[in-house]
T-cell receptor, first 110, second 110 residues
Framework: NAGVTQTPKFQVLKTGQSMTLQCAQD?????MYWYRQDPGMGLRLIYY???????DKGEVPNGYNVSRLNKREFSLRLESAAPSQTSVYFC?????????FGQGTRLTVV | RKEVEQDPGPFNVPEGATVAFNCTYS??????FFWYRQDCRKEPKLLMS???SGNEDGRFTAQLNRASQYISLLIRDSKLSDSATYLC???????????FGKGTLLTVNP
């Protein structure tokens, strides 16, 4: 049972490059989330999707776009990466109480 | 003001100690509350939900005071394996948003 799968696990980008972080869940959950985690800042919500076909901004959406491709998949896109986007990114899905997280993507922008 | 604020920590305690974490939330519309645990370089995982009546799970007790907008977690008889970062989480109303505190690092020493 895979749960929440994120790809890639590690990525190094040059400033200005673009990339998409992929997230898929196999638990048939309606809600999905993207967070970033930086030292001393905790988990900050970038975007979330309450259900298929809807997305909403979180606390730190600038510089990111998302797509809820279907119920399973919720992708996060960086159009023009900046060093300030160096972080660990977590995807999560939730139905009811518990949110399940992927293992994270460690992104470095140089 | 951040929506969810926690004790900054870190907490260093000996094995067998009792330790308490405090958390406040600012959004009075928040309806669900949780404590998550995050081990170093891993994804967060649900430790326990928090109910108004208070709830206990083995050595862990969670309390919620809606009037004061205050949440607590008590760990009794600390074990080395309790060493982790503890995250306070609030979920608001119908928008499904999950907001995390910055987390409190606990180290239990032999």
């Amino acid at each position: 049972n895979a749960g929440v799968t994120q790809t890639p696990k590690f990525q190094v980008l040059k400033t200005g490059q673009s990339m998409t972080l992929q997230c898929a869940q196999d638990m048939n959950h309606n809600s999905m989330y993207w967070y970033r985690q930086d030292p001393g800042m905790g988990l900050r919500l970038i975007y979330y999707s309450a259900s298929e076909g809807t997305t909403d901004k979180g606390e730190v959406p600038n510089g990111y776009n998302v797509s809820r491709l279907n119920k399973r998949e919720f992708s996060l896109r960086l159009e023009s990466a900046a060093p300030s986007q160096t972080s660990v990114y977590f995807c999560a899905s939730r139905e009811g109480t518990e949110a399940f997280f992927g293992q994270g993507t460690r992104l470095t922008v140089v | 003001r951040k929506e969810v604020e926690q004790d900054p920590g870190p907490f260093n305690v000996p094995e067998g100690a009792t330790v308490a974490f405090n958390c406040t939330y600012s959004n009075s519309a928040s309806q669900s509350f949780f404590w998550y645990r995050q081990d170093c370089r891993k994804e967060p995982k649900l430790l326990m939900s928090v109910y108004s009546s208070g709830n206990e799970d083995g050595r862990f007790t969670a309390q919620l005071n809606r009037a004061s907008q205050y949440i607590s977690l008590l760990i009794r008889d600390s074990k080395l394996s309790d060493s982790a970062t503890y995250l306070c989480v609030a979920s608001g109303g119908s928008n499904y948003k999950l907001t995390f505190g910055k987390g409190t690092l606990l180290t239990v020493n032999p």
